[in-house]
């Protein structure tokens, strides 16, 4: 079965510095992967997609994130953390045909410090 | 355009009563799912509609949980009895187009079960 693994539950950084957040998955065949990113008390809002366009995908807010089929990875970044960033942060992959499907991985919190 | 309508955005009820939850998904969606996620976990797909026909509810707890979309547009999800594992948000999302276009999330609805 398809699987996410986000290294990390909590990660904090200093503002202005290096957001890195990890997401893995487990698919024989390249899926749709997808970053969401969800503030206290609101739903998930879309930062940015994969679907096998430019392995390199750019999102809102200065994020983007690299697919990388050799790893099985499509790791979050932003150059330089703002204070707004701070949220919960969440990988997910779909399955072509099944429906659009997500699975998700158990989420990352993003803290940044002033 | 207005996004996903989720109510009541919290819940409070004792185990065993039932409780609904509403959901308005954007104009012109025709897939919608309920999600549930509990504490400090990634969402998890209760179950999809293409229009007004439930496609997958393989992981709906059918014993207490039911759903219905009438007329393709608005769905409830419903509780009964509650049971106080059932404490979670429940996510209302809804999408348009193939598995490549990214679900739009409600703001959920906080249940409580005490």
């Known amino acids: 079965a398809q699987s996410v693994t986000q290294l990390g539950s909590h990660v904090s950084v200093s503002e202005g510095a290096l957001v890195l957040l990890r997401c893995n998955y487990s698919?024989?065949?390249?899926?749709?992967l997808f970053w969401y990113v969800q503030y206290p008390n609101q739903g998930l809002q879309l930062l940015l997609k994969y679907t096998s366009a430019a392995t390199l995908v750019k999102g809102i807010n200065g994020f983007e994130a690299e697919f990388k089929k050799s790893e099985t990875s499509f790791h979050l970044t932003k150059p330089s953390a703002h204070m707004s960033d701070a949220a919960e942060y969440f990988c997910?992959?779909?399955?072509?045909?099944?429906?659009?499907?997500?699975?998700f991985g158990q989420g990352t919190e993003l803290s940044v410090k002033p | 355009e207005a996004g996903v309508v989720q109510s009541p955005r919290y819940k409070i009820i004792e185990k065993k009563q039932p409780v609904a939850f509403w959901c308005n998904p954007i104009s012109g969606h025709n897939t919608l799912y309920w999600y549930r996620q509990n504490l400090g976990q990634g969402p998890e797909l209760l179950i999809r509609y293409e229009n007004e026909e439930a496609v997958d509810d393989s992981q709906l707890p059918k014993d207490r949980f039911s759903a219905e979309r009438l007329k393709g547009v608005d769905s409830t999800l419903k509780i009964q009895p509650a049971e106080l594992g059932d404490s979670a948000v429940y996510l209302c999302?809804?999408?348009?187009?193939?598995?490549?276009?990214?679900?739009?999330f409600g703001p959920g609805t906080r249940l409580t079960v005490t």
């Open positions: 999302a809804s999408r348009q187009g193939g598995s490549a276009y990214e679900q739009y």
């Open positions: 997910a992959v779909s399955e072509r045909n099944q429906g659009g499907k997500l699975i």
């Open positions: 698919s024989s065949v390249p899926p749709y």
